[in-house]
């Protein structure tokens, strides 16, 4: 048995974390019960980088002005705090083998991207990919 509260709650962790489905679940629920916010998307929904963003934006609750690249989200990332309080961020990323078959490079963009905002967070960001 994995110890969530530790992957997920100590903010120098690792930022990406490589689940099977039902421990991706497992992650959400201990995320959940740290008081972290939980975003949920969807792989076989996500066709491409603009899928991806926006589905990432409205799941984090960005704000209007979002500019939908890679370079706003690393700053909202940075920025959660402001409309999201909260003790840490999860984002669940499931069935991530079916996202952006039009793109496959943008997944790797965007894991990157989460990356980076989680190693200049000062509370735990993380992305749990299944």
Known sequence: MKDWARLLGDPA???V???SPGDAAAAG???AALGFHVAR???PSLEDKAALIKAA???LRFPAYFGGTFDSLFDCLGDLEDWLPAPGWVIILAD???ACPKDPEALTAFLDTVS???KASKKPLRIVVS
């Open 57 to 59: 934006a409205r799941a």
């Open 96 to 98: 991530s083998a079916a």
């Open 17 to 19: 974390l490589r689940v």
């Open 116 to 118: 980076d905002a989680a």
């Open 13 to 15: 962790g690792e930022a």
């Open 41 to 43: 998307l969807d792989g």
């Open 29 to 31: 629920s201990a995320a």
